[in-house]
């Protein structure tokens, strides 16, 4: 029913933390019955495959029954178009409360020159927030803050399976997914259809040198780290597929990768992009991802690459159960088959001891590293972060004092605390801020930056504070890129407060030409 | 041709014929206030008339000595040329709408009013009119605001749900409070009601006047565990929400009254997990609706989103004017 649709949409709407989100979820799964929560899932997760309403569309209907400048000047007000539509349409003279699956098949099927009847039919039968739900259902982007991993992931905790093995069989899932609730309700697990599904992926523990000195280094094989992102490359009898590491299918946004899998089998990898020999920073990564389509010339400028690291299936063969010595051996004897220009085998490290590989780790040689992995040569893949085989060695973070700018309450457990803050660094004898951050701090810390911004503060913006430039923080961050969008120019990568500077003056703080320095080359 | 009864002028409406100004923002000898909110009801004028609620509202609020000459309205008075009357509005305890006429004109003034029943106060009362002077504080056909009682009842099921949480509720002192309590009491709610201290005397009063809020009991105090509050449901202003005031409940579920909350960016702007729709002030349709009812021969908007209002009486082919009177807020606190 779109009733309790339209209540779950508004739950999350206004549910900040990500534990409430899945409570949420779980409840409206437990609650609602197939093949609604399917459709619910699918609407969430991005998998429906709707006629898209679109907003001129939905001007034109509204304009029949509201006053255009009076809608114009609602419109002002609310900001959103569904929203306006949903709250200013006139109240309906007999409700219905229709399945979220008449809909959904209402919007598949419709023909085109008739949707518009339908819609007014629908918008007539609501009340304002199903209104709201049924067009963000229509116009696509329900702006909720659930990912699609998030959704997944409150499948797998409301029938207690492992969000792998639902990740694993997804793409041979199909709305509204009842053979996937059978199973999280008691049922057999579905089998998968689909060509050239998903695998889930094998992650590593952080470790350090103290713990690495109690292993045995000739048990172990390393390899750089690359700052791309984790991919899973899966060609199998003519279907091709990239998948993140967290299962979403992002194929489109790299054809040209795709067309250079012409192999039968899974690889793991980092996908970067790279021009000839040079890596090229994770920016211009990031300006390919998210895009439907990818024009001839971003291919030819950002050209996609894949850097292998392991062999999952080969030919028909699941070397999964293998150890790692034997898949990499295969790995190895696949490569030379394809095209070096699109993809290549990232090279293994000589390892002799820890202490050299310390002195590796700590200049690498290409920006693009951000640190070394180290697998015990016998792991064979498994799913998920399983401790004791795979080890992430990451290059220690780059760190910065900085200046509290601002700060702003949080939700929840910090509701009644200052609790995420902007900071800053000098230039030319003024703060610019260079980043915000919401975690690092210990309760004790939080505490102590709480009171100083009530105690300093100089300025309200709603709920936004300004504070006198005086706590110096030191913020620690994974990596830094040129940003248009902020006033320095740069953005940081997950910065955290990594501890109070109460024994720095403000002044003293770190300039924004020391930052500068830190970006990787354009 | 004559000065209008009552005329715009930077302290407020101006009755020339009687002298007085009704609900003025600065300090002037004499002051008609139509209820005791304080962007309407200001200390330091000369000489105030107002119900005998609002009067003592004010005195609640502002000290004994906040006018040198208080004038509780009973039945109507003769003030210069004018006679004067209040009605009830609907909106708060002691809230009128005061009608002004001389020989010829009628002219009435809402101050801040509701249609919806409130049990905190007595009902809004229509007056025939040939002026009618109306808020716009909601005047935007999105707002039609829904039955509080089910707002309430989204609230409890809320406090059901997450009985690990407490629900802090953010309201004004003066009339949000009491209704949301009433609302609360009339769903069948007779637990406890948690209230911050600056409810207090306001609650107090209402009880006074014998308005049956119920089991109160304060929130301000310090107390030994954070689980004390689990379950409850707290009200305190939204100002305290931001104060260390809300560190001393477990993980609250944060909750706003108020008319606002149809639209989700203010409530989201505002940090609000629970958006409640519960407002004090005639939405579009009771707007409206009013306008048809009294059919006034002109409207005047005091203050609010007046460019909508004006475009309906427009259309529908009514006489109107925008006064835009300065420094009445949305929905004070």
Not at chain 1, 108 to 130: F, G, M, N, Y
Not at chain 1, 368 to 381: A, C, F, L, T
Not at chain 1, 390 to 403: E, S, T
Not at chain 2, 269 to 293: K, M, Y
């Amino acid at each position: 029913m779109i009733a309790g649709f339209a209540e779950l949409l508004e739950r999350l709407a206004f549910t900040p933390r990500r534990g409430l989100k899945l409570a949420h979820l779980r409840q409206y799964f437990a609650a609602t019955l197939d093949p609604d929560r399917g459709y619910a899932l699918a609407a969430l997760t991005g998998d429906l495959d709707l006629r898209r309403v679109t907003p001129s569309l939905l001007r034109g209907l509204v304009a029949e029954r509201v006053d255009p400048e009076l809608f114009a000047l609602s419109y002002d007000f609310v900001g959103d178009l569904a929203e306006t539509i949903a709250l200013i349409w006139p109240a309906p003279a007999q409700l219905a409360n229709p399945a979220l699956s008449e809909l959904v098949a209402e919007l598949q099927q419709t023909p085109k020159a008739e949707l518009p009847a339908r819609i007014i039919a629908r918008l007539d039968q609501l009340p304002p927030s199903q209104r709201y739900a049924y067009l963000k259902l229509g116009t696509g982007g329900l702006r909720v803050g659930v990912s699609a991993r998030l959704a997944r992931q409150a499948v797998a905790d409301y029938g207690g399976l492992q969000l792998a093995e639902v990740e694993e069989l997804w793409h041979g899932l199909f709305p509204p997914y009842e053979s996937l609730f059978h199973w999280a309700e008691n049922g057999p697990k579905p089998v998968s259809a689909a060509r050239a599904p998903f695998r889930p992926v094998m992650l590593s523990t952080p470790t350090d040198l103290v713990d690495l000195t109690a292993r045995d280094p000739a048990d172990f094989m390393a390899e750089w780290k690359w700052d791309g992102i984790r991919v899973q490359a899966v060609s199998d009898q003519g279907t091709r597929r990239l998948y993140s590491r967290t299962g979403d299918d992002i194929s489109g946004a790299f054809p040209d990768l795709l067309e250079a899998l012409t192999f039968d089998g899974v690889i793991d990898g980092e996908l970067l992009i790279r021009r000839g020999d040079q890596i090229a920073p994770f920016n211009d990564l990031q300006t390919r991802l998210g895009r439907k389509q990818v024009s001839a010339k971003m291919r030819e400028t950002h050209p996609a690459a894949l850097r292998a690291y392991d062999l999952l299936l080969c030919d028909g063969h699941d070397l999964r159960a293998q150890p790692l010595h034997q898949r990499r051996a295969a790995l190895e004897a696949l490569i030379p088959r394809l095209d070096p220009a699109r993809i290549d085998l990232s090279p293994l490290l000589p390892l002799s001891d820890w202490d050299a590989l310390a002195v590796m780790r700590a200049d690498p040689p290409d920006p693009v590293i951000e640190g070394v992995m180290i697998k015990h040569r016998d792991s064979p893949y498994l799913a998920g972060r399983i401790k004791g085989h795979w080890f992430k060695w990451k290059r220690d973070p780059m760190r910065v004092d900085a200046v509290l700018m601002y700060a702003q309450r949080g939700h929840g457990k910090r509701s009644g605390y200052y609790s995420d803050f902007t900071f800053g660094v000098w230039d030319a004898g003024q703060l610019v801020p260079v980043g915000k951050a919401y975690f690092g701090f210990t309760d004790a810390e939080l505490k102590e930056l709480d009171r100083f911004v009530r105690n300093n503060t100089t300025e309200r913006f709603g709920p936004v504070r300004a504070v006198k430039p005086e706590k110096v923080v030191e913020v620690a961050f994974e990596g830094l890129n040129r940003s248009p969008r902020h006033k320095s120019g740069l953005a940081m990568r997950f910065p955290r407060i990594a501890r109070i500077r109460d024994d720095k003056p403000a002044q003293e703080a770190d300039q924004l030409a020391t930052l500068m320095a830190l970006l990787p080359e354009a | 041709m004559r000065a209008p009864i009552l005329i715009p002028r930077p302290e407020g409406l101006y009755c020339p014929q009687g002298d007085f100004f009704i609900d003025p923002v600065r300090p002037v000898p004499r002051a008609l206030v139509t209820h005791g909110h304080a962007d309407h009801a200001r200390a330091g004028h000369g000489a105030v008339m107002a119900t005998a609620q609002t009067l003592d509202i004010m005195a609640l609020r502002y000290g004994r000595d906040f006018t040198q000459s208080a004038q509780p309205a009973d039945g109507p008075a003769r003030i210069g040329d004018v006679t004067v009357s209040f009605h009830p509005a609907g909106h708060v305890l002691g809230s009128a709408q005061i009608l002004v006429e001389d020989a010829r004109t009628r002219i009435l003034v809402t101050g801040d009013y509701t249609r919806t029943p409130n049990a905190a106060c007595a009902p809004w009362e229509p007056v025939a009119c040939d002026i009618l002077v109306t808020e716009a504080t909601f005047a935007l056909p999105i707002f039609r605001h829904p039955d509080p009682q089910d707002e309430i009842a989204r609230l409890l099921a809320s406090v059901r749900a997450f009985t690990e949480r407490a629900h802090l509720v953010g309201v004004y002192a003066l009339g949000k409070a009491q209704r949301v309590i009433m609302l609360l009491r009339a769903a069948g709610y007779d637990a406890p009601i948690y209230i911050h201290g600056a409810l207090a005397k306001l609650c107090d009063y209402h009880i006074a006047q014998g308005i049956a809020l119920g089991d109160l009991r304060p929130a301000t105090v310090a107390r030994g565990k954070k689980g004390d509050f689990a379950g409850a449901i707290v009200l305190g202003p939204p100002s305290a929400f931001a104060a260390t005031w809300a560190q001393r409940f477990p993980d609250p579920v944060i909750a706003f009254a108020s008319g606002w909350m149809m639209v989700r960016a203010r409530a989201r702007q505002r940090g609000v997990e629970l958006p409640l729709i519960i407002s004090d002030h005639v939405d579009w349709a009771q707007l409206t609706q009013t306008i048809t009812d009294l059919n006034p021969a002109e409207t005047w908007i005091t203050h609010g989103r007046e460019d909508a209002l004006l475009r309906w009486c427009a259309l529908t082919q009514r006489a109107a004017t925008p006064l835009r009177l300065v420094g009445y807020e949305d929905e004070p606190e």
